[in-house]
């Protein structure tokens, strides 16, 4: 990335935006910083972003609702901060599409630690070796690992976060394999397997909504329990349609 990388801050706490924003240019990057929904739209319409960092608690619409939207058309990576330090919301967050959470409060610095460490496994995972095919074919999907593009046999195209695409991305690589618990933690959030960490299995509960697979009785998306997950039909490796 030839320039700094530029972070939206989201956030209807002023004294907070304007820490966050001076403390992010002070450590290289470009920082704008922003109140509630409707700036957060006129921003992304107006500029080109890398990050966003999204509060939860915001006026008018929560930052949740604010996620869901951008995940239904971007793969932009996200940082939610709560201020309520549950579970639930950190689950929520998850299945809404966002990358990471951190607890209020928090440091600055520890904010900076996230936001490096998501764009450095953003870029890593950008910069990875071509698959080894340019797309797959499973069941009534088909998966443009290229292009990061997932259509249905109907043509509907569906919408994945950043880090639901690299999730796919390997199950499908590995099938017919089992992918275990920490080798999708670790791709997906380049973190050492954590046990009680429930993020995985959040994601590949919202990946199963996307390719309307049926949650009591998965076939797309398998668990092997005490192991992990495997993809349950057969997976085709082709070029694009």
């Known amino acids: 990335m030839n320039r700094p ?30 109140a509630d929904g409707q700036e957060t739209r006129r921003a992304l319409a107006n500029g080109r972003f890398d990050l966003v960092v999204l509060d939860l608690m915001l006026p008018h619409e929560s930052g949740l609702e604010i996620c869901r939207e951008l995940r239904a058309t971007s793969t932009l990576p996200v940082i939610m901060l709560t201020a309520l330090g549950d579970e639930v919301d950190r689950v929520v967050g998850f299945e809404v599409g966002a990358d990471d959470y951190l607890t209020k409060p928090f440091s600055p610095r520890e904010l900076l630690g996230r936001i490096r460490a998501v764009l450095r496994r953003t870029t890593q995972q950008a910069a990875q070796a071509e698959p080894s095919a340019a797309g797959f074919k499973f069941g009534d999907w088909y998966f443009d690992a290229t ?17 639901e695409h690299h999730l796919l991305a390997l199950l499908l690589e590995h099938a017919p394999r089992v992918s275990t618990r920490a080798e999708l933690q670790e791709t997906v959030r380049g973190r050492d ?9 959040v994601r590949v ?8 697979d049926d ?27």
């Open 5 to 34: 990388p530029h972070i939206l801050v989201v956030d209807d706490d002023r004294e907070i935006r304007a820490l966050l924003r001076d403390f992010l240019e002070k450590h290289g990057f470009t920082a704008t910083a922003v």
């Open 147 to 163: 292009a990061r593009t997932l259509t249905h046999n109907d043509g509907t195209e569906a919408a994945l976060s950043g880090a």
């Open 193 to 201: 397997f954590d046990p009680f960490d429930r993020s995985i299995d």
């Open 205 to 212: 509960s919202r990946l199963r909504q996307t390719l309307r």
């Open 215 to 241: 949650a009591r009785s998965p076939r797309i998306i398998k668990t092997v329990y005490g192991e992990g997950y495997i993809i349950g039909v057969r997976v085709e490796r082709v070029g694009p349609p």
